[in-house]
C-alpha cells in the first residue's frame, strides 16, 4: 500500500517521503469519522497532513476509480 500511494498517488511535493514517514503520516493518523446523511467527514489533527495535502491524495486515488461489481443473472 505505501508503494501505491507513493507511486501513483501522492503529489509530487511529497513523493521524495520515505515509507515509513508515509506510514506514520498518512496511515496511522488518528482521526474521527462523522457520517452525515450522504456525506462522511474525516476530523483530524492538521499537523498530521495538510487538509489540502490530504484531498489531494484522495482525489488521486478517486481517479482509479471502482469497477462495477459483476451481476449472475440465472
Do not use: C, D
Not at 498518512?26 to 452525515?36: F, P, Q
Amino acid at each position: 500500500m505505501g508503494n501505491f500511494l507513493r507511486r501513483l498517488a501522492l503529489p509530487h511535493s511529497v513523493k521524495h517521503w520515505s515509507l515509513t514517514t508515509l506510514r506514520e503520516k498518512l496511515i496511522k493518523i488518528g482521526a474521527k469519522m462523522v457520517t452525515h446523511s450522504r456525506y462522511v467527514i474525516f476530523q483530524m489533527a492538521e499537523v498530521a497532513v495538510p487538509s489540502e495535502l490530504f484531498a489531494a491524495i484522495l482525489e488521486r486515488i478517486q481517479r482509479f476509480g471502482v469497477p462495477p461489481p459483476l451481476v449472475q443473472r440465472g
